[in-house]
């Protein structure tokens, strides 16, 4: 197998039979309007990965791993569309995905259940689907006569690699996203000490994960891809040059994985590297020439050839404007509320406000389900979301989802109590239609009785067996600090001394103490087997 590194999550894996197109994103015109760009810049590589697809004899794949725009490139597929290739998809239970490929207009599209494999000439690729409501993504894994290409990209299934490799056998290379993607704290009214603050505990929790995955697997080499992006926004760009950040570039996971598991190689990437299962090395280093002195100019540079495209697309808003978009924007949010089937359990504020208002919002009065119109922001309990009109706008009239709006990061948040809640976070993300399965999906994960015993501290405790942020399964956890329980998936901490208590939301897994460990301190490791409980 010949693996192509295109950049960001995508990869070219080339057999003697098949072509494999890995989450392609190559399009100049970026993701989420324009907030998200490649880095360092791939385009140099649209073309000849699309000549490759037109004129290669062997049998080619495109498999898309979830819809964010970073991995579901609309722009390259329709490149593509009239050549015979196959497209691999996750069957989700929501088809934004399957129903965006369709409009694309490609003949053959295969739907992929979880554990699903596609027999290819001397060997199979195979997806994993992760399908939790709030988010939705998939891993793959090729093998190619008995060579193991694992890639999960931003799908945090580390609960599940131990059985990924007993089912498998040994992954020769592995890869998964090492870098943060989501709007906190980058978003948040913060001080900047409780900015750097929570950057770090985000980035250590991220990399302490991926060094555990790469501890259970084994692999010969792990490649660090799946960002970080680069934001070319003016409002955006300062983001790039953060002294502490969750956009973490890749010598700082090569760094910490190369200290911490000595029996795996690995390396930074640069678009157009080539990586041979022959030799089990690099055949091909290509060169990006960015210093860590020359970021500044480099991101400078890149944003200034990408400022026409990205001023078409930001316009101000007229203030008679912004009024009507207010409006509508509250009758969107009263059919989500509508859909929110556990209003009752919430006493807190939403309130969303457009960047051009000051001094009109609207405030969603989730326990008495009541929608109004507010001139001031509460002084407790609440959650605040200002953005831009012309973003609002563009969600109003379904030029990108509630979810793509809010990985545009062009938001500002706050809120009070300074907590994480699921549902909370869900609401504003979800399409209307799916505001009700979400609740439902966690409500179900909630009530799960399911239970199993852990050790932290030279004491045993009887836990719920999944975190009830999205079902992590606890069994692969880890001790932190004799006391804390760390879900494998997003690396939520429970306070098992205190009654399971999460550290950053109101969530538990109601941890009782059972007795005394057989060896004080001990602490099970991600992937040990755990007593499970009914």
Not at 515 to 532: D, E
Request: glycine share 6%.
């Amino acid at each position: 197998m010949k693996l192509t590194y295109l950049g960001h999550a995508g990869f070219i894996a080339e057999t003697a039979a098949e072509v494999v197109v890995i989450d392609p994103w190559l399009s100049p015109e970026g993701a989420f309007d324009m907030s998200w760009f490649q880095f360092p810049c791939n385009h140099h590589l649209l073309a000849p990965t699309v000549d490759l697809i037109k004129n290669t004899e062997k049998k080619v794949y495109v498999y898309i791993s979830h819809h964010h725009q970073d991995h579901f490139d609309r722009d390259f597929l329709r490149q593509i569309t009239a050549c015979p290739v196959t497209l691999v998809i996750p069957n989700f239970r929501r088809k934004s995905l399957s129903d965006g490929i369709e409009a694309l207009g490609f003949e053959t599209v295969k739907l992929m259940e979880d554990n699903e494999k596609i027999p290819l000439q001397d060997g199979y690729l195979r997806v994993f689907v992760d399908d939790q409501e709030l988010n939705r993504d998939s891993a793959l894994l090729l093998n190619d006569a008995g060579f193991n290409f694992l890639d999960l990209n931003d799908c945090k299934i580390f609960d599940r690699v131990a059985r990924i490799t007993q089912d498998n056998g040994h992954i020769h290379v592995f890869t998964c996203q090492h870098s943060g993607a989501v709007w906190h704290p980058a978003c948040y009214d913060y001080e900047t000490a409780q900015y750097q603050k929570i950057a770090k505990s985000k980035l250590a929790g991220k990399f302490r994960a991926v060094a555990n995955a790469i501890s259970t697997l084994r692999p010969d080499w792990y490649l660090p891809s799946a960002g970080p992006p680069c934001f070319l926004d003016p409002d955006l760009i300062h983001l790039n040059f953060q002294e502490i950040t969750t956009f973490t570039k890749q010598d700082k996971i090569v760094s910490y994985v190369s200290d911490r598991v000595k029996d795996t190689k690995t390396r930074e990437l640069n678009p157009g590297d080539i990586f041979d299962s022959q030799v089990l090395d690099f055949t091909h280093r290509a060169q990006n020439g960015i210093t860590a002195a020359g970021l500044r100019p480099y991101i400078e540079a890149y944003a200034a050839r990408c400022c026409e495209g990205i001023e078409r697309l930001r316009k101000s808003t007229p203030g008679e404007r912004c009024i009507d978009i207010l409006d509508r924007l509250a009758q969107e949010l009263r059919l989500k509320l509508d859909e929110f089937r556990v209003r009752e359990d919430y006493d807190i504020r939403l309130v969303f406000g457009l960047l051009e208002l000051p001094d009109r919002f609207v405030s969603l009065d989730l326990r008495e389900n009541r929608v109004t119109f507010v001139d001031r922001l509460p002084e407790s309990k609440y959650f605040v979301l200002m953005a831009p009109a012309w973003e609002i706008e563009r969600v109003l009239n379904r030029d990108v989802t509630w979810e793509d709006f809010c990985l545009t990061f062009r938001v500002k948040l706050s809120r009070s109590p300074d907590t994480y809640d699921t549902l909370l976070q869900g609401f504003f993300q979800a399409e209307i239609k799916d505001v009700g399965p979400l609740c439902d999906r966690i409500l179900e994960i909630r009530n799960s009785t399911g239970r199993i015993t852990v050790e932290a501290g030279g004491c045993r405790y009887e836990i719920d067996a999944h975190c009830p942020h999205q079902g992590g399964d606890l069994q692969y956890g880890w001790v932190e600090e004799d006391r804390y329980w760390v879900c494998p998936r997003h690396r939520w901490k429970y306070d098992l001394a205190n009654g399971g208590r999460c550290i950053s939301s109101n969530d538990s897994i109601h941890a009782q103490r059972s007795g005394h460990a057989r060896k004080s301190g001990h602490a099970q490791k991600s992937g040990q087997k755990i007593t499970k409980q009914a």
